[in-house]
């Protein structure tokens, strides 16, 4: 069984930061003190080793943990907390579920921090989805396709993570539910489309953690909001 270096078990609200975005100081400084759990730092393209290198910095100042979401083999900054490592199920190319990862590790094995590793069984939703489109997922699977790929992390491969991803689209709550309600020991991840208090507090009650993006670069006030929403909701 994989046991986290961190305790991302108490996540319950983290914001995902794109190096290949630009943040002032100013909202960086409100986004590292909202009383979010954690910062992931990824993006699906545009990401590269001084963008990623020079957002940990910054981050570093404050005190709660970053992680790197692994998505650029050359953007592999040392100094995170931890390193999230994306294993898409539902693509039909088995070189976004292990073939990337089967070589990165013949090729950097030596110098592999394996317990900082957390991997991820990622379901991506969002056809138009920059991920899905670059990953050729199959973002068109039914509510039972995509509860019977999160079982297969959760049961069969052991995932420590499930994280259905609708990325820049609001996601089906009903779905995500069943999914929750589908696990035994995996944490659920919900990302994708939360604009509104009303948006996070329904998937917080669905999902063990839920993950906010996009709308930190176009509403900062609607995004730090998100984070009491988040963990004032019930989950369910
Ligand atoms: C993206 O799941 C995250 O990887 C969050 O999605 O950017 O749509 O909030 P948004």
């Given at each position: ?5 961190i ?89 976004w ?20 590793l ?31 790929h ?35 020991q ?49 989950l369910?």
């Amino acid at each position: 069984m994989n046991t986290p270096v961190i305790p991302i078990d108490s996540w319950r609200h983290v914001f995902k930061l794109d190096p290949d975005k630009e943040i002032g100081d100013e909202a960086l400084d409100r986004i590292c003190m909202s009383g979010s759990d954690a910062i992931a730092v990824g993006g699906s393209s545009g990401v590269t080793f001084e963008n990623t290198v020079d957002l940990l910095a910054r981050i570093r100042r404050y005190e709660l943990p970053v992680v790197l979401e692994v998505s650029n083999l050359d953007a592999v900054v040392p100094g995170f907390d931890a390193y999230l490592i994306p294993m898409v199920l539902n693509t039909p190319n088995p070189d976004w579920i292990i073939g990337q990862h089967q070589r990165a590790i013949q090729q950097y094995g030596y110098m592999i921090p394996w317990d900082l590793l957390i991997p991820e069984g990622y379901i991506i939703l969002n056809p138009d989805a920059t991920a899905a489109k670059l990953t050729e997922a199959d973002a068109g699977i039914t509510t039972a396709e995509t509860v019977a790929h999160a079982q297969v992390a959760d049961k069969l491969m052991r995932l420590p993570i499930v994280y259905v991803e609708y990325s820049g689209m609001y996601g089906d709550m009903e779905r995500v539910s069943k999914v929750k309600r589908s696990l035994s020991q995996a944490q659920l991840f919900y990302g994708g489309g939360i604009r509104t208090t009303e948006q996070a507090r329904a998937a917080a009650a669905v999902a063990h953690t839920v993950v906010v993006g996009n709308i930190v670069y176009e509403d900062l006030d609607a995004a730090i909001a998100t984070v009491e929403a988040v963990k004032a909701a019930p989950l369910n």
